[in-house]
C-alpha cells in the first residue's frame, strides 16, 4: 500500500528551526505535488505548503510564509520543509500528503496550498514541539 513517511520532527526552543522530511520507499513521488499539512488537537488540518511536480512551483500559507521553505530532491525522492523561526503556535502533528493527480494534475491545487480533500495519501505525521 502506498504511503508517506515524515521525519524530522522534535523539539525545538522558540527562535529555533527544523527541517522536515517526506518520503516514500515503494513508489516515486517525481510525479505528484506534495503538500505540507499540520494539526493540533481539536482543530482542523491546516494546509501550510505545497510543491508541484512539473515546475516545482511553490505555495505557502500567510502563517509560514518567509519563515518556512518547501523544496524536493527527486534524486533522493524526498520533499523537504525547512522552518526557521519557530514559535509555540507552530507546535503540532506536521503531516505531508500527494495531491490528487485526478483533480489536479502535476500542479498544487488552484496554485495554492488546498485543502485536505485536494490530498490522498497521507504520511502518519511527524511531532514538532517549540517550547522553553
Known amino acids: 500500500q502506498a504511503q508517506l513517511v515524515e521525519s524530522g520532527g522534535g523539539l525545538v526552543q522558540p527562535g529555533g528551526s527544523l527541517r522536515l522530511s517526506c518520503t516514500a520507499s515503494a513508489w516515486n513521488l517525481d510525479y505528484y505535488s506534495i503538500g505540507w499539512f499540520r494539526q493540533t488537537p481539536g482543530t482542523e488540518r491546516e494546509g501550510i505548503s505545497c510543491i508541484s511536480s512539473n515546475d516545482h512551483s511553490t505555495y505557502y500559507a500567510a502563517s509560514v510564509k518567509a519563515r518556512f521553505t518547501i523544496s524536493r530532491d527527486n534524486a533522493k525522492n524526498t520533499v523537504y520543509l525547512q522552518m526557521t523561526s519557530l514559535n509555540p503556535e507552530d507546535t503540532a502533528v506536521y503531516y505531508c500528503?500527494?495531491?490528487?493527480?485526478?483533480?489536479?494534475?502535476?500542479?498544487?491545487?488552484?496554485?495554492?496550498?488546498?485543502?485536505?480533500?485536494?490530498?490522498?495519501?497521507w504520511g502518519q505525521g511527524t511531532q514538532v514541539t517549540v517550547s522553553s
Open positions: 500528503a500527494t495531491v490528487k493527480v485526478a483533480l489536479h494534475g502535476s500542479r498544487c491545487p488552484q496554485r495554492s496550498v488546498g485543502t485536505p480533500d485536494d490530498y490522498d495519501v
